[in-house]
C-alpha cells in the first residue's frame, strides 16, 4: 500500500514506524520504503472477520509519536487472488520478465503499468526488493 503525504523520514532503518489498522485483529502494514512524500508498506492478510466493502481506518505512529489522519479504504467486495508467479525465483541482479496470473473470473482489466511488486523474504520481511 502507498501512503502519500509530507514529512514521512527518509530512512526507516534509523525511524520507528508502525502503521496498524483498526479492524478487529489489528492487521499490520510493514513498512517497505518510505521519502518524504511517500510510505509503501506490506499489509498483512486481513483476517475473514472484515468484510467485504467494509471500511477500515489506519493508525500510523512515527518514532512513538501518533500521526493524526484521515485515512481509511474500503476493502473489495469480492477477493481475487493472484494465482502464480511465473518464473518461481529469479536472479535479483539480472532483469527478469515475471508473469502474474490471476483468477480466471478477475473482475477488471490489468495491464503491467497496473502493479507495483516488492519481492519479500518471508523468512526476513526487512529484506525486500
Not at 14 to 38: A, G, K, M, R, Y
Request: hydrophobic share 30%; with cysteine; proline share 5%.
Amino acid at each position: 500500500m502507498t501512503i502519500t503525504g509530507t514529512n514521512f523520514p527518509w530512512k526507516l532503518e534509523t525511524s520507528e514506524v508502525q502503521i496498524i489498522f483498526n479492524d478487529s485483529h489489528s492487521t499490520n502494514c510493514l513498512p517497505q520504503e518510505s521519502t518524504s512524500n511517500t510510505l509503501i508498506c506490506l499489509t498483512s492478510a486481513f483476517d475473514v472477520s472484515v468484510d467485504a466493502g467494509q471500511t477500515v481506518k489506519m493508525n500510523v505512529s512515527i518514532n512513538s509519536l501518533n500521526v493524526t489522519n484521515e485515512l481509511s479504504f474500503s476493502t473489495m467486495t469480492t477477493t481475487k487472488a493472484g494465482l502464480e508467479l511465473s518464473p518461481k525465483s529469479a536472479n535479483p541482479t539480472l532483469k527478469t520478465k515475471i508473469n502474474i496470473t490471476l483468477e480466471p473470473d478477475f473482475p477488471y482489466s490489468l495491464d503491467k503499468y497496473d502493479f507495483s511488486v516488492n519481492a519479500t523474504n518471508l523468512t526476513n520481511p526487512s529484506y525486500y526488493r
